[in-house]
């Protein structure tokens, strides 16, 4: 890059649309997860606008300069006071003399966009642009209208985005993002005008005008309530998270399901129940919420497909309850014969773990069920169909089975909520509660590992598949392959011992007593319902192992590590609960079997963070890699003599 580019983002709004949220805080503070809008842009565009940073100010402006002294960017920034608010056009005129030096970006501080700045900057400074104007597709708001090269041509309603419906034209939606060359300020009017404007003119004089399109890229203009809820939701969707809870926020005990957002600075009372509520700082709550922005002296409703991640928003579908498939669970007594037309609901998108399928829930009335939709190649359907009824039948607390569709690989389930395990475990809690509700999910373990066994014969599908020598293998070769190799780039020392330890390790495994295990037993499987009541789903992975295997997976978890003193004492718990089941269950003997199994566990588990993060693109898995690797160190530091090769791999990690 030949010289710094220079930032220029526009802050002077009132925020008007965003009241009353912004009658407390101007729009560039408003938090997400913690931090604000502006902090959030500069961080993505930073890395390319290396030179100054320029702000316009009006509505609220102390705050905004104090956020500024506080922050890393001080000396960098420089402020343009204005009185009136000049508009997008006369807030860079404003700022000429300054914005003169070079080519600038202008990003308004609302909006939260995902793409390759370092991209626009190449494209514009080789292309000869005097306006490089970033833009997607987006039929709402499409009101600048392009030729067959992208040229701006002209552009409806300037300053609204709002397109003209009776115009027939290639259009498209400026995101509220340029890249410009000095040159435009030329063409740019003192006093209030729209930069699009200047658009028009300097296109008119001969210079190029250009689109840069981002379409599939995250896109959120933070300017209604329910756009700043998705906006949120799309920072916790990132991250993999249902639940934030901001350090400086105060939290009782209370209820919770689906999304929930504590910002710093608010108080939630105990017995509070929230589900999908986004509360921001300065808010004191008690009672019941859902579906809700909750502020210091207000509450904002929003439906239920507001208050969802973009994408999830995006993929809500309709689904009839004519269909006998929704209607015998979902309509209420005498409902459909009742209703002469045909009757519809929504299907809201809900889940985004490891796994390929697709979960909506369905609400009618009071009544809601969770949809399962599977490909049409995919093995797991059937088993999941027969394991809920074997296990609903031996007492494991899974989900009812409502219908099933085998036709079209779907079925409906009841509904379990939102709130897992681990998003139960990110608000302060009562450790005696916390341990109450792991000694019930030990419980499940001594029902599945014991009586649900026992009745193995009444389920020959799930007799049949073994967690044999063959998939022990097929875990380590998944590790290395998947995280040594691919994610960390290592190349193995010594893999001819390697091989024989992990040959050595499998035929251990193998070996040990086989009851039916889940195989995946951690705390994104495990929900909290009502009456902090323990429910096991993701079971159709479900086979003929070692038990230690599911106590690997939850006692020492990655996704909610747990204590020494808390994993001995739920351990201990299990054993003794084994042997009143079973008065044949060898308490010494099964502790022994614990450190091969933990092995296996967590290089599987790490083998699938790299698999799930590099092949899938779900990045928030890495965050999971640390502890990982720090459980299996601790797994191989007592066994270095047998796994001398493994011993020196892993720590090389």
């Known amino acids: 890059m030949s010289e710094p580019i220079t930032l220029f983002l526009p802050s002077a709004g009132l925020g008007e649309r965003l009241r009353p949220i912004t009658e407390h805080l101007p729009k560039p503070l408003l938090p997400v997860l913690g931090r604000p809008l502006i902090e959030i842009i500069l961080e993505k565009v930073t890395p390319v606008c290396t030179g100054k940073i320029g702000m316009n100010l009006y509505y609220q402006s102390q705050m905004i300069r104090e956020w500024a002294r506080n922050s890393p960017y001080s000396e960098r920034i420089t402020f343009f006071p ?86 027939i034209a290639r259009k498209v939606a400026y995101t509220g993002i340029a890249l410009y060359s000095p040159q435009i300020l030329e063409f740019l009017s003192k006093g209030v005008s729209h930069v699009t404007v200047a658009w028009l003119t300097a296109a008119a004089a001969g210079h190029k005008v250009q689109t ?50 504590l910002e710093a600075g608010c108080e939630v009372a105990n017995g509070s129940c929230l589900r999908n509520c986004i509360v921001l700082p300065g808010a004191k709550v008690f009672g019941t919420h859902e579906n809700r922005i909750i502020g210091p002296d207000y509450t904002i409703d929003l439906a239920e497909s507001e208050m969802q991640p973009s994408l999830h928003a995006s993929e809500q579908k309709t689904v009839s309850l004519s269909d006998s498939f929704f209607a015998d669970y979902l309509n209420q007594e005498g409902e459909r014969s009742a209703l002469p037309h045909e009757r519809t609901t929504e299907a809201i998108l809900i889940g985004f773990g490891g796994s390929d399928r697709r979960f909506f829930r369905i609400r009618s009335g009071q009544k809601s069920a969770v949809l399962m939709e599977c490909s049409t190649v995919d093995q797991d359907f059937e088993r999941q169909i027969t394991y809920t009824q074997f296990f609903g039948s031996c007492g494991i607390p899974v989900p009812r089975l ?147 295997y599911d106590l690997a997976s939850i006692l020492w978890d990655p996704y909610h590590p747990l204590g020494d003193d808390m994993q001995n004492y739920l351990l201990a718990y299990y054993v003794s609960r084994r042997m009143e089941d079973d008065k044949k269950f060898p308490g010494d003997d099964f502790t022994a079997t614990l450190l091969p199994c933990k092995l296996q566990r967590h290089m599987q588990a790490l083998g699938a963070y790299a698999f799930l993060s590099q092949k899938k693109g779900k990045r928030y898995f890495l965050k999971h890699v640390k502890e990982g690797v720090r459980l299996l160190k601790a797994d191989i530091a007592g066994s270095r003599n047998d796994y001398p090769a493994l011993f020196k791999l892993i720590e090389r990690l």
């Open 82 to 167: 204005e009185d009136p608010v000049l508009g997008t056009g006369g807030a860079l005129k404003n700022a000429e003399t300054f914005l003169s030096e070079g080519p600038f970006l202008v990003h308004n501080a609302d909006i939260i966009l995902d793409m390759d700045f370092g991209s626009l900057v190449e494209t514009h400074l080789s292309s000869g642009n005097i306006a490089t104007i970033v833009t997607h597709q987006h039929p709402r708001l499409s009101n600048v209208v392009i030729d067959e090269f992208n040229h701006v041509v002209d552009v409806e309603n300037p300053g609204e985005s709002r397109p003209n419906p009776d115009r």
């Open 402 to 548: 409502l219908a099933a569709d085998a036709a079209h690989t779907r079925a409906l389930f009841q509904d379990l909520g939102d709130t897992s395990l681990y998003s139960y475990l990110k608000l302060p809690r009562d450790k005696q509660r916390v341990t109450d509700i792991y000694c019930r999910i030990m419980e499940i373990l001594v029902k599945l590992h014991g009586h649900t066994t026992r009745r193995i014969d009444d389920c020959p599908v799930l007799r049949g598949r073994v967690f044999d020598y063959d998939h022990f293998r097929w875990e380590t070769t998944y590790f290395l392959k998947q995280f040594v190799s691919d994610l960390r780039q290592i190349i193995t020392k010594e893999p001819d011992a390697l091989e024989q330890e992990f040959h050595t390790l499998a035929s251990i495994a193998d070996a040990f007593p086989k009851t039916i295990i889940h195989r995946d037993f951690q705390s994104q499987n495990i929900m909290i319902t009502e009456g902090n009541v323990p429910r096991v789903i993701d079971y159709q992975g479900a086979r003929m192992g070692p038990p230690a």
């Open 212 to 261: 840069f399109d981002i379409t599939g890229c995250l896109w959120t203009d933070v300017g209604i309530p329910a756009t700043y809820a998705s906006a949120i939701l799309d920072a916790l969707k990132l991250n993999g998270e249902m639940v934030y809870c901001s350090p400086e926020a105060r939290c009782g005990a209370i209820d919770i399901d689906s999304y929930l957002v």
